[in-house]
Nanobody, 125 residues
């Protein structure tokens, strides 16, 4: 059974940085698509970025140039480096994974079979 556990969230002032981690347990496949999503109160969950096991990452426009997704395949950890944070980045952040690699894109939240519990990120002005 796949379990995804996020860590690294918290509060930061605007302009600051945070790094989120997502540890994947029980994941035995060698090919996959993983991603980060976020949901602010009263809003739909939206994609932040996705990455295929080969390392190819895709980002939603609002975070391009500020956020970076990376992965440690040995440790099975997914990272999200967030820089130049704004209050609009405040949300619950979720890690997601799926064994299928087709359509690995932040717009495709419904294709992900496995989700973490989420972790809070608060950016104050």
């Amino acid at each position: 059974q796949v379990q995804l556990v996020e860590s690294g969230g918290g509060s930061v002032q605007a302009g600051g940085s945070l790094k989120l981690s997502c540890a994947a347990f029980g994941y035995t496949v060698s090919s996959f698509c993983m991603g980060w999503f976020r949901q602010a109160p009263g809003k739909e969950r939206e994609g932040v970025g996705t990455i295929v096991h080969t390392g190819t990452a895709t980002y939603t426009d609002s975070v391009k140039g500020r956020f970076t997704i990376s992965q440690d395949l040995t440790k099975k950890i997914l990272y999200l480096d967030m820089n130049s944070l704004t209050p609009e980045d405040s949300a619950m952040y979720y890690c997601a994974a799926d064994e299928r690699i087709g359509d690995c894109h932040p717009r495709s939240k419904r294709r992900f079979a496995h989700w973490g519990q989420g972790i809070q990120v608060i950016v104050s002005s």
